[in-house]
T-cell receptor, first 111, second 116 residues
Framework: DAKTTQPPSMDCAEGRAANLPCNHS???????VYWYRQIHSQGPQYIIH???NNETNEMASLIITEDRKSSTLILPHATLRDTAVYYC????????????FGKGTSLLVTP | GAVVSQHPSRVICKSGTSVKIECRSL??????MFWYRQFPKKSLMLMAT?????????EQGVEKDKFLINHASLTLSTLTVTSAHPEDSSFYIC????????????FGSGTRLTVV
């Protein structure tokens, strides 16, 4: 799997956009970028995934650079409930293998 | 859609006893499920891959005789922690991959195991 690098922690004011970066410079052509988050003492929650085009859903937007070596997860209007650890993972889209979690980014949304 | 139910959410057991954790895919069939363990302030560590109808594949360092995995149907995988010790106390999480294009990997809500 391609290795990902994320900042260990970030802060964001409530109501502002949270932009979480991820570097994946060794990503392969068939690997997707997945984003999950884990709120304390819960299982990881799927947020979004993409291959090369930018993606948006009801939770977030995913911006992938043209060379696919990095991406940014955007939470457009962060709330206190968005405080969690956010994981960026790259994986072949149709593989039957497990997701391997790195250390992620601990996002703290403050009032 | 693509919901995974994990039970129990927390359990306390005595040293030397066994504990079974269930993981069910509620609205999809999962030929493959995954089991993770997470220690406090650490990331999720993959323990094993569970395949329906066949033996599980364990990650290096995970004792297969201690962590018994059974995947008897397309919607149920179980993890049994045998002869539990206090060092087995952890947060155990299961995951399944849906074949639906819009979903990635879905996770259960986790089981907090405390061995006393």
């Amino acid at each position: 799997d391609a290795k990902t690098t994320q900042p260990p922690s970030m802060d964001c004011a409530e109501g502002r956009a949270a932009n979480l970066p991820c570097n994946h410079s060794t990503i392969s052509g068939n690997e997707y970028v997945y984003w999950y988050r884990q709120i304390h003492s819960q299982g990881p929650q799927y947020i979004i995934h993409g291959l090369k085009n930018n993606e948006t859903n009801e939770m977030a937007s995913l911006i992938i650079t043209e060379d696919r070596k990095s991406s940014t997860l955007i939470l457009p209007h962060a709330t206190l409930r968005d405080t969690a650890v956010y994981y960026c993972i790259v994986r072949p889209g149709h593989s039957g293998y497990a997701l391997n979690f790195g250390k992620g980014t601990s996002l703290l949304v403050t009032p | 859609g693509a919901v995974v139910s994990q039970h129990p959410s927390r359990v306390i057991c005595k040293s030397g006893t066994s504990v079974k954790i269930e993981c069910r895919s509620l609205d999809f069939q999962a030929t493959t499920m995954f089991w993770y363990r997470q220690f406090p302030k650490k990331s999720l560590m993959l323990m094993a891959t569970s395949n329906e109808g066949s033996k599980a594949t364990y990650e290096q360092g995970v004792e297969k005789d201690k962590f018994l995995i059974n995947h008897a149907s397309l919607t149920l995988s179980t993890l049994t922690v045998t002869s539990a010790h206090p060092e087995d106390s952890s947060f155990y999480i299961c995951s399944a991959k849906s074949d639906r294009a819009n979903y990635g990997y879905t996770f259960g809500s986790g089981t907090r195991l405390t061995v006393v």
